[in-house]
């Protein structure tokens, strides 16, 4: 074969997702020709492929470098800056990844996924106003990509700025109505401002395109808690556990809407896979500890509570609750152990109104129920 039937082997290589294979034509193809600078690209593409990224930069330097004959020349050293940026922020180097970008940026203005992508870094690194400035950019140049203006959206979410969000996704929905990111999206926010069935209505859209997203009806679910319709969460929270079984906040919301339907031996059995999964979750010692006493099993309850103030020593709603079971069960002086630590605690943390009326509360207890 002569350097350009290589040269077009490799790049079919590349678009079969086959990177070794294309590797193997380009240094054929570099062998009969080293200064072929888009044999160093198309390469740099295919390690980049195999997430090689140290190979990729070194080829993309070659053909930056190298290029003096590309028929476009700006934009294909542009491309090199922008797929070496690329592979830099993949293997962690952020901000050499941002100095990248910009190269491009500054060898072609008009380079709309270098504008995105760029948007994507600063979103990741929590630089919410400059993510917004590059998708601004982005849809400026291209006013049909819902992408950015779903990743813009995503950006003035995290910034509170929820109507601005809501705008955003509701364009991307309108440039492409199966964009079922965005749909969960919105439905979050629209959750956060109560707007409890337009927040169904668009997780419902989500689940209809992605019948398999398990956030998506882990947050109908809460929504429909939030409604206290208790049994259509309970439905929601089984279909999310059914397509992942590990998660511990399902079990936790699950087991809390089963308390509330009164049935505690199944909020037991969720808390206690919950802790089972992240056993050091306070909060879920103290929900377990509560379905115990619910059900009379004090002992169970104390131990519960034990638990949760080995992991938090200071946490002075525990003692609180503790000590209301001391007092059910007629150890006084227990209880008002507890209620002082729960009291110091409070007032620890400034919270004086909680501080005084458990003080107000141990005054008025005898040390034991008989007196």
């Known amino acids: 074969m002569n350097v350009e039937e290589l040269i077009t082997e490799g790049v079919k290589k590349n678009l079969s997702g086959d990177y070794r294979g294309a590797i193997t034509f380009f240094n054929q193809a570099i062998q009969l020709n080293p200064h072929l600078e888009i044999v160093y690209h198309y390469r740099g593409h295919a390690y980049l492929g195999l997430e090689e990224f140290d190979l990729a930069i070194a080829d993309y330097q070659q053909a930056r ?44 203005p008009d380079f709309v996924a270098a504008y995105s992508n760029r948007g994507n870094i600063f979103y990741i690194l929590g630089q919410y106003t400059e993510a917004i400035a590059d998708y601004n950019q982005a849809i ?88 206290e319709d208790y049994e259509n969460a309970i439905q929601d929270y089984n279909q999310a556990l059914q397509v992942n079984p590990t998660l511990p906040i399902v079990y936790g919301l699950r087991a809390n809407a089963l308390h509330h339907l009164g049935d505690y031996q199944s909020a ?61 069960l007629g150890n006084n002086q227990a209880a008002i152990d507890d209620f002082q630590k729960s009291a110091n605690f409070f007032y620890q943390q400034g919270n004086t109104t909680y501080y005084q009326n458990i003080i107000n509360l141990i005054t008025v207890l005898p040390l034991n129920p008989d007196s």
């Open 65 to 108: 470098h190298n290029s003096t004959g590309l028929e476009n020349l700006n934009f294909d050293i542009a491309k090199a800056y922008h797929n070496r940026g690329l592979a830099r922020f993949q293997r962690g180097d952020n901000q050499a990844a941002i100095v990248d970008i910009k190269q491009a940026l500054d060898y072609y």
């Open 140 to 227: 400026q140049l291209n006013p049909n990509l819902s992408a950015a203006y779903h990743n813009r959206g995503n950006s003035r979410y995290a910034l509170k700025d929820y109507q601005g969000a809501i705008a955003d996704y509701n364009q991307a929905l309108a440039i492409n109505p199966q964009f079922g990111e965005a749909y969960y999206n919105r439905g979050l926010i629209m959750s956060h401002l109560q707007d409890y069935q337009s927040a169904i209505a668009d997780f419902n859209q989500a689940i209809q395109l992605n019948p398999g997203d398990d956030q998506a009806y882990h947050q109908r679910g809460l929504v429909y808690s939030n409604l």
């Open 268 to 328: 037991i059995a969720d808390s206690t896979r919950l802790l089972q999964l992240n056993p050091t979750l306070v909060e879920g010692y103290c929900d377990r500890a509560n379905f115990h006493r619910l059900l009379g099993n004090y002992q169970g309850a104390i131990e519960d509570y034990n638990r949760a103030l080995q992991l938090q020593p200071n946490y002075a709603t525990a003692y609180f609750l503790r000590a209301n079971i001391h007092l059910h």
